[in-house]
C-alpha cells in the first residue's frame, strides 16, 4: 500500500495509458475535498457544485500537463480556486451575489437537514450553539476580501500546509504566513462578539 | 516586543511556526498582556470551529456529473483524446500524420510540375493572405464573447497558413471552418445555452479552441503560449513622474515575479499571471489615474479602455491557462502629466 501521492500517480498514469475508468477513481477520491473548498469560497451549494465538476472536466483534459513531481490533490485545488475567482468576477459583472443560500437547509425524502455534518455527541443546545457558530463563521468567510478567503479556506477549513498553500496561490511561503495572519485578524473582526 | 508588534506574529503563533526566540517574546509579552492573550484564544477557538466547516460531502450524483461533462465532448475530440489513446493506437496516428503533412508538402510541387496554369493560382496567394486579413479584422470587430472565439480562429488560422496557401486552399475558408468546429466545441463544452458557464468565462473557451486546434498533447502548449495576451498599453496620469516610478518600482521589488523597465516616459511592467495584475491596477490607481474619463471621448482612449475590457475577459478566461503554464503579462505604460 503506497502513499496517496504515489497512489495517485499510478492512478494517472493508467489514465494516460487509455484506462479512462480510472479517472473515476481519483474523481471520488477528491470529489468531496474539491466541493468543499468550492462551497467555502462560493457559499452556495449549486455553484460549488458546478465548479468542482467542471475543475474535474479541466483536470482530465489538463492530464498530459500534469507534472509527476506535484501533487494531484494541490493541482486539482489551484484549478478549484481559478475557476472560482472566474465564477465570482462574473458574478460581479453581472452584479450577482450569494447572500443568504449559504448551507440552507435542503428538503430530502426524510425532511430538511442541513448540509453540515453535525456532531453527534453534542447535546440540542450545544447542536443549536454550533449551528449558530458555523452559520456565523460561513456567513464570515463570503464578507472576506477573496485574496483572505482562499488562504483561510486552504488553512484552517482544509487544513493544507503552508507549502501546499503557496503552490495553489502561486506565491511565497513567506506571503503566505503573512496574508494569513492577515485574514484570521480581518476575519477574527467581523466575528467580533459572536464567538 | 507591543501589543501592535505581536499581532503580527498571532498566527504563526498558533500554527506553531515562529520561530523560538519570537515565541519566547510573545510569551512574555501574552503572560503580560490580557487583551493579546484573549485575541490569541478567540482565534484559536476561530481557527478549530472553521476546521468543521471542511466535513461536506459532494451530492451523490457528482461522479455522473463528470462523466456526462467529459462524455460531452464531440466524438471526433475523443477520439483525437491523447491521454486516452492506447499506444499502438498513438503510433498508427502518428504515421497517419506524418503521410497526410508529406502529401500536403509535395502537393503543390507537383501541381507546379503538371500544370503550368498552377503560377496563376500562386500569384492569388497575396490576394488570399489579405482577405485573411480582412476577415480576421472583422472577426476582432465583433461582440467580446465572439472575438475570444473568433481570436482562437484567427490564431489557428495563422498556424496553418503556409502549408494552406502552398495547397493552394483558401485560408479563410480553412479558418472559417476550424472556427466553426471550435464553437461547437464550447457549446458542447458548455451544457445548455442558458448555462452560466456559457457566456461568462467559468469555462476557457481559448484554452478548450486552442486545445482543439493542437490535438496532440506537444503542440497544445504552443497553441495555449499563442493565445497569451498582447501586451496592455495605458496611460497614467501622474502628477510626478519620477515620484510614480519610484512608487512603483518599489511595488515591483516587493513583488514576487514581478519586472519593471522605465525607457524615458515609458515604463514596461511584467507580472506574473493572473493575481497580480489587479494588484497593479490597485497600485496604479493608488499613484495616478489610468486613462482618466475625460479623454475617454477620445478614440485612442476608448481603444485603451476597450484593450482593458478585452484583457480583463481574456485574462480571466486564461487563469487555467496560468496555473498551467505561468504566462506572465506585460503592461506597457505612457505617463503622462495631468496638464497634458
New interface residues.
Given amino acids: 500500500m503506497g502513499t496517496p501521492h504515489t497512489e495517485d500517480a499510478s492512478v494517472i498514469e493508467r489514465?494516460?495509458?487509455?484506462d479512462?475508468a480510472a479517472f473515476?477513481q481519483l474523481?471520488?477520491r477528491y470529489?468531496?475535498q474539491?466541493?468543499?473548498v468550492a462551497?467555502?469560497m462560493l457559499g452556495d451549494y449549486h455553484?460549488a457544485?458546478?465548479?468542482?465538476?467542471?475543475a474535474?472536466?479541466?483536470a482530465?483534459?489538463?492530464?498530459?500537463?500534469f507534472r509527476a513531481e506535484a501533487k494531484f490533490s494541490t493541482?486539482l485545488l489551484?484549478?478549484v480556486m481559478?475557476?472560482c475567482?472566474?465564477?465570482r468576477?462574473?458574478w460581479a459583472r453581472r452584479k450577482q451575489y450569494v447572500v443568504a443560500s449559504i448551507d440552507e437547509p435542503v428538503a430530502t425524502d426524510e425532511g430538511e437537514v442541513t448540509?453540515?455534518?453535525a456532531?453527534p455527541m453534542a447535546g440540542p443546545h450545544e447542536q443549536a450553539r454550533?449551528g449558530e457558530?458555523?452559520q456565523h463563521?460561513?456567513a464570515a468567510?463570503q464578507m472576506l476580501d477573496e485574496?483572505s478567503r482562499e488562504i483561510?479556506v486552504l488553512r484552517?477549513?482544509?487544513?493544507l500546509s503552508?507549502e501546499e498553500i503557496a503552490q495553489i496561490?502561486?506565491?511565497?511561503v513567506g506571503?503566505v504566513?503573512?496574508r494569513?495572519?492577515r485574514a484570521?485578524?480581518r476575519?477574527?473582526a467581523l466575528?467580533d462578539g459572536k464567538? | 516586543m507591543n501589543c501592535h508588534t505581536s499581532r503580527e506574529h498571532f498566527s504563526a503563533y498558533l500554527d506553531g511556526v515562529l520561530e523560538p526566540a519570537m515565541r519566547l517574546q510573545l510569551d512574555t509579552h501574552l503572560q503580560a498582556c490580557i487583551s493579546c492573550a484573549n485575541e490569541v484564544a478567540t482565534l484559536r477557538q476561530m481557527t478549530a470551529s472553521l476546521q468543521a466547516l471542511g466535513s461536506v460531502k459532494a451530492p451523490a450524483d457528482f461522479l455522473s456529473g463528470v462523466q456526462q461533462q467529459l462524455q460531452r465532448q464531440p466524438a471526433w475530440q475523443r477520439w483525437f483524446d491523447w491521454q486516452a489513446m492506447a499506444m499502438p493506437s498513438r503510433v498508427l496516428a502518428l504515421g497517419l500524420t506524418a503521410v497526410l503533412v508529406a502529401c500536403v508538402a509535395t502537393l503543390p510541387a507537383i501541381f507546379r510540375a503538371r500544370h503550368q496554369a498552377a503560377p496563376m493560382m500562386l500569384a492569388s496567394a497575396p490576394a488570399l493572405r489579405e482577405t485573411h486579413a480582412e476577415l480576421k479584422k472583422d472577426m476582432l470587430q465583433a461582440a467580446p464573447e465572439r472575438r475570444l472565439k473568433a481570436s482562437s480562429g484567427a490564431i489557428v488560422a495563422d498556424k496553418l497558413e503556409p502549408a494552406t496557401e502552398r495547397a493552394a486552399v483558401p485560408p479563410s475558408a480553412a479558418s472559417a471552418d476550424r472556427e466553426e468546429a471550435a464553437g461547437d466545441f464550447y457549446r458542447n463544452e458548455s451544457g445548455t445555452a442558458d448555462a452560466p458557464g456559457l457566456a461568462t468565462g467559468a469555462a476557457t473557451p481559448v484554452t478548450n479552441t486552442a486545445q482543439v486546434a493542437g490535438g496532440a498533447a506537444g503542440s497544445t502548449v504552443k497553441s495555449i503560449s499563442a493565445v497569451s495576451p498582447a501586451p496592455i498599453r495605458m496611460q497614467w496620469v501622474v502628477v510626478s513622474q519620477p515620484a510614480a516610478i519610484a512608487a512603483l518600482q518599489s511595488w515591483v521589488n516587493r513583488t514576487s515575479g514581478a519586472t519593471l523597465v522605465v525607457d524615458g516616459a515609458h515604463v514596461i511592467i511584467q507580472v506574473p499571471m493572473p493575481q497580480v495584475y489587479d494588484q497593479l491596477l490597485v497600485e496604479l490607481n493608488a499613484h495616478g489615474t489610468i486613462a482618466s474619463s475625460k479623454d475617454a471621448e477620445s478614440d485612442a482612449s476608448k481603444e485603451v479602455v476597450s484593450q482593458l475590457s478585452d484583457h480583463k475577459e481574456v485574462m480571466e478566461n486564461t487563469r487555467f491557462d496560468a496555473v498551467l503554464l505561468g504566462s506572465p503579462l506585460t503592461v506597457e505604460l505612457t505617463l503622462v502629466s495631468p496638464t497634458q
Fill in positions: 489514465c494516460r495509458a487509455g479512462t473515476d474523481v471520488l470529489q468531496d474539491a466541493f468543499a462551497l467555502r455553484e457544485t458546478d465548479v468542482a465538476q467542471e474535474f472536466v479541466r482530465y483534459q489538463g492530464l498530459a500537463h493541482w489551484a484549478i481559478n475557476l475567482r472566474n465564477r468576477r462574473w448540509r453540515d455534518v456532531d454550533i457558530l458555523r463563521l460561513r468567510l485574496a483561510v484552517d477549513v482544509q487544513g503552508y496561490v502561486r506565491c511565497e506571503t504566513k503573512s494569513l495572519n484570521r485578524l476575519l477574527r466575528l464567538l
